[in-house]
């Protein structure tokens, strides 16, 4: 037994080791790791997206809405024209990163963005 012991040669077999084995499992710890730092940043950016979309819901309605509301100027037209300003104040708040993320992260980004603006004015409505 002795003999068989010596004629091993360690430093290949823990390298053997390290390769199928343990390398494997520390890439793939590595791997969820990152993918858990991701996720947490992309819910941080969208955090602070829908608080811009709420900023720019208020900002656009005290600037422009309120005045023309009930009116017949509060047309059709004039309410996607409203929307598409404060579409464009909540995306220029962001941070070239906290947008590409986001714009990677959605497929449809103006779709998202529309959605965000609906639940914002919904929770407006509702809160006051």
């Known amino acids: 037994m ?19 084995v343990l390398l494997p499992i520390i890439t793939c710890i590595g791997a969820r790791i990152m993918d858990a ?7 941080g ?3 602070i997206l829908y608080r811009n979309v709420v900023a720019a819901v208020k900002d656009v309605y005290e600037t422009t809405v ?3 509301k009930g009116t017949d100027a509060w047309t059709p037209e004039k309410q996607a024209e ?8 909540a995306i220029h708040a962001l941070t070239r990163s906290a947008y ?6 959605n497929s449809d980004f103006e779709q998202y963005l529309d959605g965000l603006i609906g639940t914002a004015l919904y929770d407006l409505k509702n809160n006051t």
């Open 45 to 47: 950016y969208a955090d």
């Open 82 to 89: 409203v929307k598409e300003i404060a579409k464009a104040k």
């Open 2 to 20: 002795n003999e068989l012991l010596e004629s091993i040669d360690w430093a290949q077999v823990i390298d053997t080791i390290w390769a199928a």
């Open 37 to 43: 730092a991701k996720a947490r940043q992309l819910d």
């Open 66 to 68: 309120k005045d023309l």
């Open 100 to 105: 590409q993320c986001l714009s990677a992260a």
